[in-house]
């Protein structure tokens, strides 16, 4: 088993609840969520839990309606994963926490679950892809066109075009669910 610190977590304090439904906080949750990312790069358990995933044998799920020649097979292989050892768990009442993907990885290489809300999950999908050399973006969403952004998922740009992945809502890959707004930002 790997050594990981005891305190595998960016002192980002608790953002407040409330960050999405205001643009400025989302845009402030964001960049604590890309510096938490980014930290990561610096780290070397994101590059070994990917190459852990990647060796692994892959079979296309037929329900997702891919084609493997469209879409890279690497990310396919971190969406599964995620989608198959996080369980949801909400981040205590009042605030907004950002887990670190180092602190996710040292749960599963524990226990061989994590757990963690979207923006965890989030930052741990586009680290993971980050570690493989992918240009990782997060997306947020939002249900109602004048209303708060609701939910954060990751994704990668592959020759121009953004690749949405939402293993948290078992959203097909390269696919998102209806929406009435959202925003790209790049990692």
């Not at 610096?42 to 469209?70: E, H, M, Y």
């Not at 605030?95 to 923006?119: K, S």
Request: contains cysteine.
């Amino acid at each position: 088993m790997t050594a990981y610190p005891n305190n595998a977590t960016l002192d980002l304090g608790p953002l407040p609840r409330d960050s999405w439904k205001n643009p400025a906080r989302t845009d402030r949750t964001i960049a604590a969520m890309t510096a938490v990312i980014h930290s990561t790069d610096r780290t070397k358990w994101a590059r070994t839990l990917a190459d852990k995933i990647v060796s692994v044998p892959f079979n296309w799920p037929n329900a997702w309606g891919i084609q493997p020649r469209i879409m890279p097979k690497t990310p396919l292989k971190f969406y599964s994963f995620l989608r198959a050892k996080l369980d949801f768990a909400r981040d205590p009442e009042g605030v907004e926490l950002v887990r670190h993907p180092d602190q996710m990885i040292a749960e599963y290489e524990r226990t061989g679950r994590m757990h963690g809300d979207c923006d965890d999950l989030a930052c741990l999908g586009a680290a993971l892809c980050r570690a493989r050399g992918y240009q990782a973006v997060l997306i947020v969403a939002g249900r109602k066109a004048q209303g708060p952004f609701e939910h954060v998922y990751y994704g990668i740009v592959v020759n121009g075009r953004t690749i949405p992945f939402d293993p948290q809502e078992k959203v097909p890959p390269g696919r998102e669910r209806a929406v009435e707004r959202q925003k790209v930002y790049a990692v």
